[in-house]
């Protein structure tokens, strides 16, 4: 139930000035309040102190996010500056006393997931901050109404809205970053971060798009290109393989046009992240759209030959007619889309390419369905991601005339049971690969691994794997993966060039602790111990140095005052 004294305030900068305290430097002077205790005349029988509840930075935060990578990466920049600030981050969604909900507005399932958890947070008495393209596009939804949002572009001030949110207040930030009137990627790429997976770095390379798809409510959201410079990204991946990471995962809504806002593209990025790559450790491509790959293919296709490159280009199609892809405005033809797969699979042996495919377009006839039918029936995708259509609010594609419900639903029907006719990996059987071991099957048997062509491989669930580079013996292909038996002879090689993180531990933290000259203890390793409330020293390191906490104390004061 909202507080009485709940208010709507368009931007948290009507509320916080400039001369008020930053979250680290109110983190740092909450540890030299001295308490003063109440006269007891003064206490109440029953009273129940709650003071705790009151104070940002010590609530419990569950975060939930739905979507692509990119918005998995943004919810990992938002779990770790929370963490960094105080806030405790938790996997239980009952114990928590606030939940941040980061939406994606691609689908109307996606949405329904969203708006139900809105409703399920209010009915359990929890407060709630929204984030992600749902709230960013269509910011004046009615059940969106009194709550605080975080745009897409304002996730590094994630913490004072939270802060604001357990106040009490309604706060919303949606607006653009930019500089000198150029818009910028978002963000820092250097901010504090708890990834999903300690073995696997998500980057956003740019935001938005250069398209204007008449089906799409993302743009709504991410609006138009911005790229992050090359130095930046390259910065990124390489304190990224320091911090353990053995995979890099490039993202963005259009990856194939990285680049035409900055002067630079594609290419050009990718041969430099290909000089920090360690041995055995792997970087992925993210989607990219036909019309700006078609001008880099020769380029692209040795980069995917790169021995650390998976051999995977994730290349939507969305309709195999031409009539279609001119309704959806996606500015190529199907030709070029062949013209990309094929040129692809003649220069990359093996290349995996996957594309999406949407059902029951306005206006699609049995005789464009047919023409997709027979896309699909020539290069028989190993992966291939099926959507029936759903109109979006806002979007032109919501005003044209509809495809019945019941044929978009026979559509994909017909479809799906087309690819799941084939079984793309069957001839992989008696090879043997090295694959890359990085997550655990959903049913908790076995390891996935990747080999070269981003193919997922099962392989024994053994410590020993996890993180590392090994050989294996295929000897059994699903529909959707292989089973490998590691070879006897061949030890498992570590791409790592540091120890991985662990789960839930937050990246970037020495950065951000040096640029604010402050440590959370809440993200402190319980073995560590505090000195002056800014820098933790490992317990054990001082036994074993036999120096006892006087006199490190005393060290590190010396050393703050040599250098401040």
């Keep these: 139930m909202p507080s009485a004294c709940d208010s709507l305030i368009d931007d948290i900068e009507d509320m916080v000035s400039s001369n008020d305290p930053t979250p680290h430097e109110r983190q740092s002077a909450r540890k030299s309040i001295i308490p003063r205790s109440r006269k007891k005349k003064e206490l109440l029988s029953n009273e129940e102190l709650q003071a705790d509840s009151l104070i940002p930075g010590t609530q419990k935060i569950w975060m939930k996010t739905w979507g692509c990578s990119h918005n998995n990466s943004d919810g990992e920049y938002m779990a770790g500056q929370l963490a960094a600030s105080g806030y405790k981050m938790t996997d239980d969604p009952s114990e928590a006393d606030l939940w941040v909900l980061n939406s994606c507005t691609v689908k109307n399932p996606a949405e329904d997931h969203f708006r139900n958890s809105i409703k399920k947070a209010q009915e359990q008495q929890k407060k709630v901050v929204v984030a992600g393209c749902v709230p960013q596009a269509q910011p004046r939804m009615e059940y969106l109404k009194g709550l605080s949002i975080i745009g897409v572009q304002q996730i590094d001030r994630v913490v004072e809205v939270v802060d604001e949110a357990v106040k009490g207040h309604s706060v919303r930030l949606l607006g653009q970053k930019k500089d000198g009137g150029r818009r910028l990627g978002g963000a820092r790429l250097d901010l504090p971060k708890i990834r999903k997976n300690p073995l696997i770095e998500i980057i956003s390379i740019n935001t938005g798009c250069l398209n204007a798809c008449t089906y799409c409510k993302t743009k709504h959201a991410r609006g138009d290109l911005a790229s992050y410079p090359v130095e930046e990204l390259v910065e990124r991946a390489r304190q990224s393989f320091q911090e353990g990471v053995c995979e890099i995962w490039l993202t963005s809504e259009d990856t194939g046009a990285y680049g035409r806002d900055i002067g630079t593209d594609l290419p050009t990025l990718l041969w430099k992240l290909v000089e920090e790559i360690p041995e055995g450790a792997m970087l992925r491509l993210g989607m990219t759209n036909p019309p700006y790959i078609l001008e880099h293919l020769e380029e692209m296709a040795k980069i995917l030959n790169h021995p650390r490159v998976y051999a995977f280009l994730h290349v939507p199609v969305q309709s195999a007619s031409d009539s279609v892809l001119m309704d959806m405005k996606r500015e190529y033809c199907v030709n070029d889309f062949r013209q990309v797969v094929d040129f692809l699979k003649e220069r990359v042996p093996g290349v995996t390419i996957a594309t999406d495919i949407i059902c029951g377009f306005p206006g699609e006839t049995e005789e464009d369905f047919q023409e997709t039918i027979e896309l699909v029936k020539c290069y028989k995708f190993p992966s291939l991601f099926i959507n029936q259509f759903y109109p979006r609010p806002g979007t032109p594609a919501a005003k044209m005339e509809q495809v019945p419900a019941h044929v978009k639903k026979q559509r994909t029907k017909e479809l799906s049971q087309l690819f799941h006719s084939y079984n793309p990996y069957d001839h992989k059987v008696g090879e043997r690969q090295h694959v890359l071991v990085t997550e655990e099957s959903f049913d908790t048997q076995f390891y ?81 111990v505090m000195l002056f409330g800014c820098y933790s020293v490992d317990r054990e390191v001082l036994k074993k140095l036999g120096v006892g906490l006087a006199l490190a104390a005393a060290i590190m004061a010396f050393i703050v005052e040599k250098l401040y």
């Design 448 to 528: 996935v691994a990747h080999n070269k062509f981003y193919e997922q491989v099962l392989v024994p669930k053994r410590l020993e794997f996890k993180g590392k580079m090994i050989e294996v013996d295929i000897y059994e292909a699903g529909k959707h993966f292989l089973k490998g038996r590691p070879v006897e002879d061949s030890k498992p090689f570590t791409p790592s060039i540091a120890a991985p993180l662990q789960k839930g531990e937050v990246s970037g933290l020495l950065q951000e602790q040096m640029a604010n000259g402050v440590h959370s203890p809440a993200a402190m390793p319980p073995s560590s």
